[in-house]
């Protein structure tokens, strides 16, 4: 039907059979795939597989164009990761577990009972704070007004003392709003601030705001040892001045109507008040002079 087309073919033979014909341009970039030969028992992590010679496509041994031939593949990257370290052992004692169920809150009557203890707690601190300051308790005054001994006689041989001891206290209550009780009374005196050498128990009183009452009591002493440093001025006979101690003890409350303070030791110190002996061997002594403040220790 095309008789061109079988003269040309015809005409120009094949260009391996012509006897000058050029040899075949080489072929471009092999491509391939991974060589698959058996894996290295031995080492893996660096075992390079053997790649299977290319195809021919004729007896000459050129490569074919465009065939895909294997190639030797990398070794395959073994990444060694090691696992994390266990968790501390408070880890699982420590940490609560979110999924766990929280515990139920206390009973609504509970919550109740504790919140109407604290706030009674604060209501009652609140209200003793605003009474103690618009009553301010202050403390008594107590001032010695009279001392007198009588009877005294010192024996030098085993320096004992016998006299009578005549004290009057004044206390005075600067409180204008409020009472003071006083309860377990005792008023002692000596000779020197260590040891008493005569104590009595006197009877308890109260005092209203703005009073003053007077304490007098006596103290009686019957042989009792004194030291030679306190005994000076009854070792000459010759009279002169001893000091005496006069002190008094005693359990103070302030109250008005229902609201009162707690009961609070108190100690009235009467130190270093001077008594002077009439005359040589005198046997009585007495404090000459006005009223003498005493120490308070509330």
């Not at 104590?199 to 009792?224: E, I, M």
């Amino acid at each position: 039907m095309h008789p061109a087309s079988s003269s040309s073919s015809a005409a120009h033979p094949p260009d391996g059979d012509r006897p000058n014909a050029k040899a075949p341009p080489p072929p471009g970039p092999a491509m391939g795939y991974p060589a698959n030969a058996a894996p290295n028992p031995g080492n893996a992590s660096s075992a390079y597989y053997a790649a299977a010679p290319p195809p021919v496509a004729n007896g000459n041994g050129a490569a074919a164009f465009g065939v895909a031939y294997p190639y030797p593949a990398p070794p395959p990257h073994h990444h060694h990761h090691h696992p994390p370290p266990p968790p501390p052992y408070h880890h699982y004692h420590n940490h609560h577990n979110p999924y766990q169920a929280a515990p139920p809150p206390p009973p609504t009557c509970l919550r109740r009972l504790l919140a109407l203890v604290v706030a009674a707690f604060l209501l009652l601190g609140a209200g003793t704070f605003i009474v103690w300051l618009l009553l301010r308790p202050r403390a008594p005054a107590f001032s010695l007004s009279a001392l007198t001994l009588s009877r005294v006689a010192y024996s030098p041989a085993n320096s004992s003392l016998s006299a009578a001891f005549d004290a009057s206290l004044l206390a005075d209550n600067p409180n204008s709003k409020l009472t003071i009780s006083y309860s377990s009374l005792v008023a002692y005196v000596d000779l020197a601030p260590s040891s008493p050498i005569a104590v009595t128990s006197l009877a308890p009183f109260a005092q209203g705001p703005r009073n003053s009452t007077t304490l007098a009591f006596r103290l009686d002493v019957d042989g009792t040892y004194v030291g030679p440093d306190e005994a000076a001025a009854l070792k000459s006979g010759n009279g002169g001045t001893m000091e005496v101690q006069v002190r008094l003890a005693a359990i103070a409350v302030f109250d008005r109507g229902g609201w009162r303070t707690r009961r609070r030791a108190m100690r009235v110190l009467c130190d270093g008040v001077p008594v002077t002996f009439r005359g040589k061997n005198a046997t009585d002594a007495k404090f000459d002079g006005p009223a003498r403040r005493c120490q308070v220790v509330l």
